[in-house]
T-cell receptor, first 111, second 115 residues
Framework: SQKIEQNSEALNIQEGKTATLTCNYT??????LQWYRQDPGRGPVFLLL?????KEKRKERLKVTFDTTLKQSLFHITASQPADSATYLC??????????FGTGTSLTVIP | DAGVTQSPTHLIKTRGQQVTLRCSPK?????VSWYQQALGQGPQFIFQ???????QRGNFPDRFSGHQFPNYSSELNVNALLLGDSALYLC??????????????FGPGTRLTVL
């Protein structure tokens, strides 16, 4: 079955720096990959989607890369702010809306 | 637009009982997916409903069943509750058919505790 791994440790970075989160997968060939943000006690909030034929996607301070050869996606938050502190989830999909989620990476941005 | 709403917010049940969770999708959305999220884990796909039928199902036992109504709202039923069913249950809505890759909007979830 598919396996999706995100940064195993929580990530702490200084405000203003770039946060980089990883999502690695095996036994799966996704057609697209999504990144979500989740705050404690809340549902995930969609951030970005990238398709298998796209290498990079940007939205404001966010950037996602997708390497289907390495089976890896990187998620970058530039000029990070304390308000960016949350858990970030990657989710892989192939058809319809069935997604396989990773376990998430907890990010803390220190003022 | 109220977005995706779920009820109840919290629920406490005992082993062996049955529970029904409810979800109202975002206005204009026709597809509802249910996920189970255990503490410290990512959401696990349970099933998806479209046009009042179950379209896709994840690796969950038959104790988990659902329904979608003509107004697109949905229910998740869990029978014979086990301690391991304690989790945050998330509902997500989307629009199927307009594009293959569709953004899902999640509700706040229902926290189920089984004692």
């Amino acid at each position: 079955s598919q396996k999706i791994e995100q940064n195993s440790e929580a990530l702490n970075i200084q405000e203003g720096k770039t946060a980089t989160l990883t999502c690695n997968y095996t036994n799966y060939s996704p057609a697209y990959l999504q990144w979500y943000r989740q705050d404690p006690g809340r549902g995930p909030v969609f951030l970005l989607l990238i398709r298998e034929n796209e290498k990079e996607k940007r939205k404001e301070r966010l950037k996602v890369t997708f390497d289907t050869t390495l089976k890896q996606s990187l998620f970058h938050i530039t000029a990070s702010q304390p308000a960016d502190s949350a858990t970030y989830l990657c989710a892989l999909g192939r058809t319809g809306n069935q997604f396989y989620f990773g376990t998430g990476t907890s990010l803390t941005v220190i003022p | 637009d109220a977005g995706v709403t779920q009820s109840p917010t919290h629920l406490i049940k005992t082993r062996g009982q049955q529970v029904t969770l409810r979800c109202s999708p975002k206005s204009g959305h026709d597809t509802v997916s249910w996920y189970q999220q255990a503490l410290g884990q990512g959401p696990q796909f349970i099933f998806q409903y479209y046009e009042e039928e179950e379209r896709q199902r994840g690796n969950f036992p038959d104790r988990f069943s659902g329904h979608q109504f003509p107004n697109y709202s949905s229910e998740l039923n869990v029978n014979a509750l086990l301690l391991g069913d304690s989790a945050l249950y998330l509902c997500a809505s989307s629009v199927l058919g307009r594009e293959r890759y569709n953004e899902q909007f999640f509700g706040p979830g229902t926290r189920l505790t089984v004692l």
